[in-house]
Each structure stands twice: as C-alpha cells, then as structure tokens.
C-alpha cells in the first residue's frame, strides 16, 4: 500500500485528530464540575470521597436536593462543627480494659437486634438517584451487616417493594396528617407487612431552601421544591405563603395514633428536655434527636450540643435515637458517649447510592462501622455498655 492509500486505522486517525481538535469538543465540557477519572469503589477511604463521586455522576439538582439546608445552612454547618468541639480521651482506668481486642457492638432496640447501633435514616425519593430506589437502599444496608432502615413517608416505592427487596429491619416514618385516617391508611399496611417500629417526624414546619431556589429552573427531578418546601399546598389569602399542612401539630396527635398503632412509637425532631419531658408524658416509646440534618430551623442549634440534657431529661425511660452531622465512626462513638442509644445515617448512605448503587450503600455503611470500631478500642471500651461521657471532653461554645 503506497502512502496516497487510505486505509481504515489512518481514517480513524485522522477522524480523531480532527475532534481533538475541534473547538466544538470543548464547548460540551461543564466548565462548573471536575472531569477528573471516578475512582473505583476500592479506592475510597472514608464517606467523604463518596460525596464528592455522587457530585460526579448526578445531576446538580439531584446532588443539592440531598446537600442542603434551611436558609443560610447556618444550622447545616454548625451540625459537622459540633463533633469538632467534641474530642475523645482514652478509657485506661475503664472496666472495659479486658486486653482483648474483640469488640461487640450488638445491641436490640424495640426488638430490633443490630449489629452495630447504627441505622439508615429516612430520607426521600432515592429513585432520583438509582433505578431501583430505596430497594437498592434496602439491599446495600442487609449486605452491611443487616443494618435496619427507617423507610420515609416520601419514599418513591412503596413499603411492601422495599421491604421484598432485602431481609434487614425496616421501621416506617410519618409526617403526620390532620386527617386521622389517613395516617391510618398508609401505616396500617406497613406494620402488617413488617414494620418494627413507626417514627413520626414533627420538626419541618415552614421550611425555606434558598440552594432550591437556585435551582428551580433546571427541570429536573430533586430541585426546585419551591420557597416554603413541602407541607402541602399554600391557601389562598395567605400573605406569607406558608404551607399550613405541618402548622397543626398538637401532643393529642400521638394519643390518638396510639390507638391503632400496636408497635413503638418514636418522636423525631426533639431539641430541648421541655419537649422530651412532654414526649414521654404522651406516651412514645423512643426519642429521635434531629433537627432534619439542618433543613428544618436555621440558626438553630446542633443535635449534638443539645443532646446530653435531652438524654439527662429521658432518664433512661426509653432509648435515645440521635442523627444530624455524623460522618465518621468516631461521630458515632461521640453521641454514644454524650448519651444516645443508637445514631441513624442519612446524607451518608444516599452518597454511596448516588455513587455505586448497592455496593456504595454496603462500602459506605462499613467503613462506618469500621472506623467505629477503631475509636472504640483506641477509647480502650470492648462492648456498648462501656462508652459513657468519661471518653468525651465537649467544650461547645
């Protein structure tokens, strides 16, 4: 073949010189993201990285639906610097000091035994960010150490396809409605067909997120829920444009739930020992300490910082649940410590699912669990029984 000759490769070739360098391949470069090679699930050492790869692979209203807060995300901040505030010291002179390096993380809250005393928190609508939705959930959260999941009110499937999908605990969770009966319609079937326990949510009142806004015009599922989000409709004449459809909440709403709700009860969105002493009063079975992962008051205070008295006012009465800002093991070990029974995982488990699906909510949820155990053995407690608040030095401002 002489050099005039064209064959196939010096076409393709010469095909690819010509896109590389054609000033129309750049113009489909987002100039706003990180083109850089989405590493492989094995690479990544800690539930940060998966953030920053679900950033990757979604689209900007999917990612900042799952990464905002109320307003100015004052509350959203504080959440993550409060775990700085608080800083672990070893347990030398501990009971726990066996010189045996087994730990046991078990424990059983309303009978629901757990591996570690870690769940998946209820979080909306995961089928914006994999096919299968909170089935997917479901499944990388059995594959991790059979951790039980919260399924949310705003889940894009229904209870009995999330719970087929995998064999973990799944509790339920309510935003509660003025209509009695329906309440009961969609708890009703959850529990015949395995819910554990009910979680009712009562801190999204009149909630704003500006990141939304920002948002409202990029036409895709997961953004632009509007200025007050969620609720119900706004009535007309209301020159606030508040939804009304979470200004209603009184404590006769449990009282009235119990009667046909036969499996505990938990209140999430508690803040201050006033509310909880209230709680117990009307008669749950478990205190949720949340404040929605900072989306539901600005300039509100940590979980953490107030978790300590919420615990002080429970007295023990019932178990102690507690979410907002845990990214690390060592978080999990801090609310431990400051009191709480068990810590629930939102943001966290949805970056694994954003990332790889399944096998992103099970790698996520384990290297959880892993560096949990770590800072257990480095604060010398071998078992549950033994973290208390002698591990812990909070200096909150």
């Known amino acids: 073949m002489n050099k005039f000759e064209i064959s196939r490769r010096r076409s393709i070739e010469a095909l690819a010189g010509f896109l590389a360098g054609s000033p129309l391949l750049s113009g489909q470069i987002d100039p706003i993201r990180d083109h850089a090679r989405v590493p492989g699930i094995k690479e990544l050492l800690t539930a ?49 000091n066996t010189g045996s390096a087994t730990v046991d993380t078990s424990t059983e809250i309303f009978g629901t035994k757990m591996a570690f005393p870690i769940l998946v928190s209820p979080t909306a609508l995961h089928g914006d960010l994999d096919k299968d939705g909170e089935q997917s959930t ?70 704003v997120y500006e990141r939304s806004q920002h948002d409202r015009n990029l036409n895709a599922t997961g953004g632009g829920r509007g200025r007050f989000g969620g609720g119900g409709p706004v009535p007309a004449g209301n020159p606030y444009r508040i939804s009304v ?16 709700v036969k499996v505990p009860i938990v209140i999430k969105g508690i803040l201050t020992a006033e509310d909880a002493k209230l709680a117990l009063e009307h008669g749950v079975d478990g205190i949720y300490v949340s404040n929605h992962g900072g989306r539901s008051l600005d300039y509100g205070p940590s979980t ?15 178990p102690v649940l507690f979410d907002s800002g845990l990214r690390r093991g060592a978080d999990v ?32 949820l384990e290297i959880m669990q892993a560096e949990f155990v770590q800072a257990m053995l480095q604060t010398g407690c071998t078992r549950l029984s033994a973290i208390n608040r002698k591990i812990v030095l909070a200096n909150f401002p």
């Open 48 to 96: 940060f990285e998966f953030e920053a790869v679900m950033y990757a692979k979604q689209t900007r209203a999917v990612y900042n639906y799952r990464a905002y807060g109320e307003e100015s995300e004052f509350t959203l901040r504080r959440n993550r610097l409060a775990f700085d505030w608080v800083k672990l010291a070893e347990n030398k002179a501990g009971t726990s």
């Open 138 to 207: 479901h499944k990388g959260a059995a594959a991790a150490s059979n951790t039980p999941m919260i399924l949310s009110n705003n889940s894009s499937l229904s209870f009995d396809k999330v719970m087929s999908a995998a064999s973990s605990p799944m509790w339920v969770q309510l935003y509660p409605k003025q209509a009695m009966d329906a309440n009961k319609a969609y708890l009703e079937p959850a529990i015949a067909q395995g819910a554990k326990a009910v979680v009712v949510t009562v801190d999204q009142l009149a909630t």
């Open 245 to 260: 459809g979470r200004l209603w909440y009184e404590w006769k709403f449990f009282e009235e739930l119990r009667t046909f």
């Open 304 to 318: 953490l910082e107030v978790l300590p008295e919420i615990v002080d006012a429970v007295g023990g009465k019932v």
């Open 333 to 364: 070990l801090k609310a431990l410590a400051l009191g709480a029974n068990a810590v629930c995982l939102g943001r966290v488990p949805l970056w694994g699912l954003g990332s790889y699906g399944v096998t992103g909510v099970t790698r996520v």
